[in-house]
Each structure stands twice: as C-alpha cells, then as structure tokens.
C-alpha cells in the first residue's frame, strides 16, 4: 500500500514539475517577443528626421522612445538575453541609453539631442540589429558604446 501511495505521489510530483517547466518555458518565450517588439518599435523612433518635427511631436516622440526602452529594460531579466547584454558597474547598454535620453535638455546637458540627431543613425542600426539578433553580444557592446560616448 505504501509503495502504491509514494508512486501516486511521484506521478503527480513529475506531473506538476513539468507543467511548471512547460510554462516557464512558455513565459520565457512571450517575455523574448515582447523584448524584441519593444526594441524594434524603439528603432522607429530613431528613425524620424527630428529637424523637420516641431518642438511638441519631438516631445512626443521623446516620450514613446522612453517607454519603449523602459519597457525593454523591465522585461529583460525575464528573457533568455539577459545575460548576454554587457554590464558594468550594474549599469547595461539598455539604461545607459534610457538615462542619456531621459534627462531634460538643457544648455548644459544635450545628451537628448545628441542621441537623436548625431548618433540617432548608429543608435537605429544596433537597435535594429539587436532585434533580429539579440544574442549577438557585439550589438549590445556596440549599443553601450554610443551610450558611454552620448553620456549622462
């Protein structure tokens, strides 16, 4: 009786264990999609010629490419990329962008405007890149780079 009771309780253990698998599997794979989504509509941000955009449609389009990037940095830890982005100091590629965009233009700090004008092409190319691959590890050492060089 004993033994027929630990292998009830042994089928339904490997029952729930791998429904578990199964839909972490499963989250992991709507958490990937969502990343890549996120990344790619963040492309599209940096694709708008923002010399011929008026002052509240660049704010506008500031704001959607924040989400975007808050977004993608919220849902990161829950994909299978998150250990392939380059980290330093608890600081990755993804936040360092976010921060550089962010922070309010002023005369002092133009890190808003250099992104989107200067280096909004490099910005596009490597985010769009990474949406077709985000396992390459060079997208996202290149992404950093434009981050450290735009500064926050």
């Known amino acids: 009786m004993k033994k027929r009771l630990l292998t009830i309780a042994l089928i339904i253990s490997f029952i729930f264990g791998t429904y578990t698998l199964i ?3 499963i989250q992991r794979k709507k958490a990937n999609e969502k990343f890549i989504h996120c990344i790619y509509q963040l492309t599209g941000c940096f694709g708008i010629d923002y010399s011929k955009v008026d002052r509240e449609d ?7 490419a924040a989400a975007y990037l808050h977004t993608a940095i919220s849902i990161l830890p829950f994909t299978s990329y998150a250990n392939i982005e380059n980290k330093t100091e608890d600081s990755t590629a993804l936040s360092k962008l ?6 309010n ?3 002092k700090s133009t890190n808003r405007t250099i992104a ?17 691959n985000p396992n390459d590890k060079k997208n996202w050492d290149s992404l950093s780079k434009i981050a450290l060089d735009i500064g926050y």
């Open 116 to 132: 989107f004008t200067e280096n909004e092409k490099a910005i596009q190319k490597w985010l769009y890149f990474m949406s077709i």
């Open 98 to 103: 976010y921060m550089s965009i962010t922070i």
């Open 105 to 107: 233009d002023t005369s």
């Open 23 to 25: 839909n972490q599997h």
């Open 58 to 64: 660049k704010i506008s389009y500031y704001m959607e």
